[in-house]
């Protein structure tokens, strides 16, 4: 009975050393291969990830890039040059013009320097000639002027649109109205003004 007894707790215990045996080699096993597929997976996923930034790589170095074209400057018109000379060139020219048509050069006066000032000055804010209606009524205008109108003969003579001064002076030799400026010998006294464009030449006698 004890033997029997005895043989039956033997078996229970190898039993349950045998249970627990085989349950250490299966969680043994089963963690050896979680380890071994872990180690696969992570094997393949760097595979992958290699692949994939050899393949960004590649397109990134395939990309290139456009820079915008650069923006012309804006090309500007070119002005038109504003004439140049001067009173005193106007004054040079005409004088040598009327020796070289074989009368006497004007003789510069003061009194008709301010008359021809005013009337460039005038001219210049008007911004075209005026057909001399400035020059006719002067006196009326200014009576502190009257006097000089009083003591002579006055002309008016006006041009524009000329380059230069040799250019003015052709111009008023090609119109028969003030070609007498540079063939009158009856003128002895004058004076010119001119600037940007415009020219005023006053002859007296």
Not at 14 to 40: C, E, L, P, T, W
């Amino acid at each position: 009975m004890i033997k029997t007894i005895i043989k039956s707790f033997v078996v229970v215990v190898f039993a349950i050393v045998a249970g627990v045996s085989i349950n250490i080699i299966y969680y043994s096993g089963y963690n050896q291969g979680f380890a071994d597929a872990r180690q696969k997976a992570q094997i393949e996923l760097d595979k992958i990830l290699t692949s994939n930034l050899i393949q960004v790589s590649s397109e990134e170095k395939s990309v290139s890039f456009t820079p915008p074209p650069a923006s012309a400057a804006p090309v500007q018109a070119s002005q038109p040059s504003v004439p140049v000379w001067s009173g005193p060139e106007l004054w040079e020219a005409v004088n040598e013009r009327r020796l070289g048509l074989g009368v006497n050069p004007l003789v510069s006066q003061g009194e008709l320097c301010t008359i021809a000032s005013i009337r460039l000055n005038e001219l210049l804010e008007l911004g075209k000639l005026d057909g001399h209606e400035g020059f006719s009524n002067l006196p009326e205008r200014r009576t502190d002027l009257l006097w000089i109108f009083e003591k002579y003969s006055i002309s008016e003579f006006l041009v524009s649109g000329a380059q230069s001064a040799d250019g003015a002076v052709a111009l008023w030799e090609n119109t028969l109205g003030h070609k007498k400026l540079l063939t009158g010998g009856e003128y002895v006294w004058g004076c010119t003004y001119a600037q940007n464009g415009f020219g005023v030449a006053i002859a007296a006698f």
